[in-house]
Each structure stands twice: as C-alpha cells, then as structure tokens.
C-alpha cells in the first residue's frame, strides 16, 4: 500500500513568493493533519480536518498560511506571501481512528 | 492546553545495552500516548503506542509504561542495535471515538547506538 504522499519533495523559493504544498492521504483514512517541524520549536501542528472538514486551524501561524481539502484524497497548504521565517520541513499525516501516519515531508527553504 | 516535556534530549548507549526515554504531559484529559522514530531524512514513524486504559505494552524489544496518576510515560529499548539510532518522539492526544485528533509532541530524543 501507498503510504501519505507529499510533493514537491524540496521547495526553495524567494521571499514574496507564493508555495502550496500537495499531500495524498492513505486511501481510506478520514482524518488529515498538517505538521511543521524546525529545530527551534519541534513538531507542531498547524491545521487538522476531519472528513475533509477543518476542525482545529488554532496552529496556523498567521494570515499567510491557508489549507484545503477539497476531497478526500487531496490537500494543499499555501503560504503566500512566504518569508525566510517559514522555512521548515512540513508533513501531512493521515488517520483512520488515531493513529497517524506520516508522509516524507517537504522541505521548505524561503530565501 | 496540553504539554508534553521528554527527557533525555540525547541519549547514547553502547550496542546491547537498554535505553530510556521519559516523557510527562499536563493535561488529565490525555488518553492516547504513541511514540515515533524519526530517521534523517524521513518523516516520523509510529512504533508503539499506549491507551491510558493499559499500564504496559510491549512489541518484541520496545515496551512502553504509562502512569497515569504521575502523568507520565516511557519508552524502553532492551537490546539495543545501530539501527535503532534516531530521533524518539513522544506525544499525547485525546482521542474521541474514531474522529482524528491532534497529537501534541515532545521535543524529542536523539538516540544514538554504538557498536
């Protein structure tokens, strides 16, 4: 089985510039979670939906950042503007019940 | 809300020996204690997990405690091999029937396993 699949694997961009990152969730799971991770501040959660529904957007840092799920098969996470400050590793994870099952990441470098 | 602290946030050990890694939360309500392993370049993988019903749980050479009236957990590793050199995460989660939930993560530990 296909396991969360994220893409693009690696993201560098200028500051200023607009990034969606794309995440393909394992087939049948109801559940989606959006994570970043930097030295400074570890794993932590941004935005999570529950039958592509939004449930808790309390960790999305600010107005930049957006997240949909138009169906069950697909979200994107947008950054626009994007700044230096946003470069992290970001990972969607996907659940059916509780456990949540991590993609490989995309990292992200704003310069 | 709910923090989790994770101690130690390096742990090195020779091949064969066990290894500890101790986490606490602060929300009683927590009931849903998963630790993952992170190698370089990789996203976290789930190796055991533990609901608050359960004191104990093992799978071959991890186990995981879990004492809910101190509100904390821990994992151990007995037998330990290179290839279990990596990132620790724990993390604690309320979990609801079958809807998803947001996991809250430790630190993390890095693991580090001589030969």
Excluded at chain 1, 10 to 33: A, D, W, Y
Excluded at chain 1, 65 to 91: C, G, H, W
Excluded at chain 2, 60 to 85: C, G, M, W, Y
Aim: with cysteine; aromatic share 10%; proline share 5%.
């Amino acid at each position: 089985d296909a396991g969360v699949i994220q893409s693009p694997r690696h993201e560098v961009t200028e500051m200023g510039q607009e990034v969606t990152l794309r995440c393909k969730p394992i087939s049948g799971h109801n559940s989606l979670f959006w994570y970043r991770q930097t030295m400074m501040r570890g794993l932590e959660l941004l935005i999570y939906f529950n039958n592509n529904v939004p449930i808790d957007d309390s960790g999305m840092p600010e107005d930049r950042f957006s997240a949909k799920m138009p169906n069950a098969s697909f979200s994107t996470l947008k950054i626009q503007p994007s700044e230096p400050r946003d470069s992290a590793v970001y990972f969607c994870a996907s659940s059916f019940s509780h456990e949540q099952y991590f993609g490989p990441g995309t990292r992200l470098t704003v310069t | 809300g709910e923090n989790v602290e994770q101690h130690p946030s390096t742990l090195s050990v020779q091949e064969g020996d066990s290894a500890v890694i101790k986490c606490t939360y602060s929300d009683s309500a927590s009931n849903y204690f998963p630790w993952y392993k992170q190698e370089l370049g990789k996203g976290p993988q789930l190796i055991i997990d533990i609901r608050s019903n359960v004191g104990e749980k093992k799978d071959q050479r991890i186990a995981v405690t879990l004492n809910k009236t101190a509100k904390h957990f821990s994992l151990h590793i007995t037998e330990t091999q290179p290839e279990d050199s990596a990132v620790y995460f724990c993390a604690a989660s309320e979990i609801h029937n079958q809807a998803g939930t947001a996991l809250i993560f430790g630190k993390g530990t890095t693991l580090s396993v001589s030969s």
